[in-house]
């Protein structure tokens, strides 16, 4: 199988980073995060929506859930995946408001793109790159002249306990249980503040679980049982539907 992409897939709570060289073009897919597409100094990628035709860019934001394909074969980049219920996340959604897939100004953030190329090509410490990752989505993210409406304390305690749970049955009515709502209510609550249902919220966390799995050097089945999947091949249906690739054409460093 032909490398999806080749480098380092670095994971924290409410982001990760993947950097390094990209392969094979990723089909339609969609997934729950922020994405931001950021070739290193020479370098250009395509992005696909339903709707129109490929278009180049030299950097690139792709809003929350917005179907697209991808071609970045050959590139050295980074893309960064930010969570929408984030703060930053938040602030991306609000500063990029138009959707779909929107063109950055790479000018403001050239220092924050050299930063990560070399300190990938000196092969620092993963918290060292993780740290640039944020500075970079910091600086994307900017001010606003508002703040954003602090999240409501039920849903984290509700994202809360599912981070916990992962690996076990997670419904509706324990969840709202344990914030002390209905499950109706809470229903209607969670999807106000995360844009998401419930149901499709949690396969992208246990699909986050199982990528740290599988990048900490566990095997396919073992990353798919930590995240709740069935088996394996479950697990690379998920993977592919929301990233355009299978896991096992991505090959960690």
């Not at 922020?34 to 030299?58: C, H, K, M, N």
């Not at 679980?209 to 900490?216: D, I, K, M, Q």
């Amino acid at each position: 199988m032909k490398p999806s992409a080749t480098g380092r897939i670095l994971l924290w709570r409410g982001g990760s980073l993947w950097i390094g060289l990209a392969g094979v073009p990723a089909g339609f897919h969609s997934h729950h995060a922020v994405q931001i597409a950021l070739p290193f100094e020479g370098a250009r990628v395509r992005f696909q929506t339903p709707s129109a035709d490929w278009v180049t860019y030299d950097a690139a934001i792709v809003a929350a859930e917005q179907p697209h394909a991808f071609d970045g074969r050959d590139r050295f980049m980074a893309q960064i995946f930010v969570e929408p219920e984030s703060r930053a996340g938040r602030e991306l959604q609000r500063r990029y408001r138009s959707g779909g897939v929107v063109a950055l100004d790479t000018e403001a953030i050239r220092s924050n793109i050299a930063a990560l190329a070399l300190a990938y090509d000196r092969r620092v410490e993963n918290t060292e790159l993780i740290e640039l990752a944020k500075a970079t989505i910091a600086r994307l993210a900017g001010t606003t002249p508002t703040p954003p409406n602090p999240p409501d304390k039920r849903v984290e305690l509700a994202i809360e306990h599912i981070r916990n749970r992962l690996n076990q049955t997670i419904s509706l009515k324990s969840l709202a249980a344990a914030v002390h709502l209905s499950p109706d209510r809470f229903r209607h609550l969670f999807i106000e503040e995360t844009g998401i249902g419930l149901r499709p919220y949690v396969l992208w966390l246990r699909l986050e679980r199982s990528l740290g799995e599988y990048v900490g050097g566990a095997s396919l089945t073992d990353a798919a049982h930590a995240g709740g999947f069935a088996d394996s091949a479950h697990l690379s249906r998920t993977f592919k539907r929301m990233f355009g690739i299978s896991p096992a054409s991505v090959r960690p460093e």
